[in-house]
């Protein structure tokens, strides 16, 4: 029996939302692909290891490696979860790779109206089957978690390589590290799921349980489609601006992020300084991070920069803030610098003493 759960309760129904990744792959001849089949066979893993009664309703989106992913991807995800009644279910896994897994989530939480039910993305680091794949654990550790806690919201569940089971808010989630393929969260993980629950330290840094459990309700704008026209651009020493021609483009938007402090070459010559970068290319908005607190002290770079006419995006990661503008410049309820400003799901982390929490 699930925690509390008596013979009289309803069976747990999740929506299972397939869209390929390494958790839906197989290894032939060395060579990694999605495999259709692959589905099954965690399912059937899963029922063998003598888990409570789940009804699984499946669905399959699409079928691909995630680095295929473009934002109509996004967009097919988001109106497949509007096409059902989510409150007949106790919630939903989507199986996603896990390459753009933290675009994705992040879309979620500007494509979906607040949901009333966990809507969770699992991913693997190996095909099922292969040794330490995690595949099975994240799936498992996903199911449990929605029965158990049925915490509303949007999440991502990934066990690291230090075999610990991470929860993390799908707005803060960011890439995957390269050496490990360890997932980590822009602040911090909201916690650690094992057989006790949600298992975590309070942290300034995160929303309480009872935010959590009690979510405002906001009507995202609508998006009919995506159009390519934002581009993001990291910094580094040397990268030469003169490369980059914004005029005969349908660029609107441009990401640009800068070192840590939200700095940038403001000095350079023949081409390397973002101060000319935009005030050459005044047709485009140009959003800066990362910023802790454009209100507080400053290098004179980033106020060289914010005169320029770049507009400073503060405490949000580069996922979620590429994500965003991609949202902000293809709705129409909200100017596209007041929708970068208006927070969905927690994707801003801000330190509040009102802020952490205890299980």
């Not at 800068?258 to 959003?287: M, R, W």
């Not at 290098?299 to 006419?309: D, E, P, T």
Request: net charge negative; aromatic share 12%; hydrophobic share 35%.
């Amino acid at each position: 029996m699930l925690k509390g759960q008596s013979t009289m309760e309803t069976i747990p129904k999740i929506l299972i939302l397939l869209t390929g990744g390494t958790i839906g792959s197989a290894i032939n001849n060395g060579c990694i692909d999605v495999d259709s089949s692959r589905s099954n066979d965690l399912f059937s893993i899963y029922k063998s290891l003598g888990k409570p009664t789940v009804d699984f309703e499946v669905f399959r989106p699409y079928n691909m490696l995630s680095e295929n992913a473009e934002p109509k991807h996004w967009l097919q995800i988001i109106k497949t979860l509007q096409s059902y009644n989510l409150k007949n279910y106790t919630g939903v896994i989507i199986a996603h790779g896990s390459d753009t897994l933290p675009y994705t989530g992040a879309a979620l939480c500007y494509g979906i109206d607040s949901p009333s039910i966990p809507i969770l993305l699992v991913a693997a680091n190996f095909a099922i089957g292969e040794t330490n794949s995690n595949a099975l654990a994240n799936f498992s550790a996903g199911v449990d978690f929605i029965c158990n806690l049925r915490l509303p919201g949007f999440y991502t569940i990934y066990e690291n390589s230090d075999h610990k089971t991470y929860v993390h808010l799908a707005s803060r989630l960011l890439e995957a590290d390269w050496l490990k393929d360890d997932f980590t969260s822009f602040g911090e993980p909201l916690g650690i799921f094992d057989s006790r629950g949600l298992c975590s330290t309070p942290s300034p840094q995160n929303p309480t349980m009872l935010k959590l459990y009690n979510p405002t309700l906001d009507d995202v704008p609508c998006i009919k489609e995506f159009r390519n026209e934002i581009l993001a651009l990291r910094a580094y020493p040397g990268l030469n601006y003169l490369c980059i021609d914004l005029k005969n483009r349908p660029i609107r938007a441009v990401l640009h992020s800068q070192y840590h402090c939200g700095s940038g070459n403001v000095l350079g010559e023949n081409g390397t300084a973002l101060t000319d970068f935009i005030k050459n290319n005044p047709q485009v908005d140009h959003y800066l991070i990362s910023y802790k607190n454009i209100s507080g002290d400053l290098y004179a770079s980033c106020h060289q920069l914010i005169k320029a006419g770049g507009i400073p995006l503060e405490n949000i990661s580069f996922e979620a803030a590429l994500t965003k503008l991609n949202f902000a410049y293809n709705q129409n309820e909200y100017s596209p610098q007041a929708y970068m400003q208006h927070e969905f799901f927690y994707e801003f982390v801000r330190v509040t003493p009102e802020n952490g929490y205890v299980i």
